[in-house]
């Protein structure tokens, strides 16, 4: 084969024209989106790496209850003595996790079903929106509250299965709309056209266009999963073995301790760093959207 007749190469992607070079930029240009992001990474640092960095030894000390913040205590110590800022780098993982589980498992499930209803219609769409309204009219809140209160000793990853099963519906139809309104495109008239097969036209032809939908709805989920899972805490309803922001709520309210002004710092602790990863994953989807949805990046 001569050097005319060699197919040319196939130009290389610049950084910014790459997937992660325009989740990069979609962040920079927008400042919100970047620091709601740095906001995330630090809290998720702050849960999972603090516990190695922290020092362990937390005895429980009857001389030092309710000491204010010092240079030994940062944030003083509890009702039993104990350094409440180790109690709080020890309690963020678990419903950051658990959280994360139930949404990636909400998503998914209607991410799926959604596409599936929505791309091929019939009777198997008739079906999933049946089940879809049967799963809607139960009280999402009520179902978690019977179903861990019946399984007394349920495991973390069992309040993520709960939690997440009851969570799809609500994001099913938005997925299904999507697909039914890509579906009657161009490009996927084309993909017809090129006999690429169903499934390979619903995942690799029509689900990248919404990633940026997806995400935004995945950043909502683990908001949801985390207020739920920290509520099914303060109502006393789960495990109590496990260090958690939501126990250390379910402590402050069941105890009184948010009447006591020395106590402060351990009510209100746990509350700000819920409130802050919260807000850190709203504005972080923003500017993740503006990279993923071709729209907003040209504007």
């Known amino acids: 084969m001569t050097a005319v007749d060699a197919p040319a190469a196939k130009p290389r992607r610049t950084f910014r024209e790459s997937t992660f070079g325009q989740i990069w930029t979609g962040l920079t240009r927008s400042p919100a989106g970047f620091a709601g992001t740095v906001l ?6 702050f849960s999972f790496v603090g516990p190695l960095v922290v020092d362990q030894h937390n005895p429980t000390d009857t001389t030092q209850i309710w000491t204010a913040p010092s240079g030994e205590h940062w944030l003083g110590t509890q009702y039993e003595g ?5 109690i709080l780098v020890n309690s963020g993982a678990e419903p950051i996790w658990v959280g994360g589980m139930a949404a990636i498992m909400a998503v998914f499930v209607a991410v799926v ?11 198997i769409d008739a079906v999933l929106l049946q089940l879809t309204d049967v799963t809607v009219t139960i009280p999402q809140f009520l179902l978690m509250i019977a179903v861990v209160a019946f399984f007394e000793d349920i495991p973390p990853w069992g309040v993520a299965i709960v939690v997440g099963s009851t969570m799809w519906a ?5 997925i299904r709309a999507q697909v039914m309104s890509l579906k009657e495109r161009e490009f996927v008239e084309a993909a017809k056209l090129q006999h690429l097969g169903p499934m390979r036209i619903v995942f690799r032809e029509i689900l990248p266009n919404m990633a940026g939908f997806i995400f935004v709805n995945f950043v909502i989920a683990v908001n949801q999963a985390i ?3 920290v509520g099914l805490y303060i109502l006393g309803l789960m495990p109590s073995g496990t260090p958690n922001w939501g ?3 379910h402590l402050s309210w069941q105890n009184n301790f948010f009447l006591l002004p020395v106590a402060l710092p351990f009510v209100l602790a746990p509350l700000l760093m ?15 959207d503006q990279a993923l949805n071709p729209r907003l990046r040209e504007r």
């Open 247 to 249: 126990l250390m709520i």
């Open 274 to 288: 819920i409130v802050l990863f919260t807000i850190g994953l709203v504005t972080m989807g923003r500017g993740l």
């Open 227 to 229: 207020y739920a899972i």
């Open 170 to 174: 609500f994001l099913f139809r938005s």
């Open 40 to 45: 995330v990474l630090g809290i998720v640092l």
């Open 82 to 86: 104990k350094d409440t800022f180790t």
């Open 113 to 123: 079903l959604g596409s599936i209803a929505g791309y091929f219609r019939g009777k």
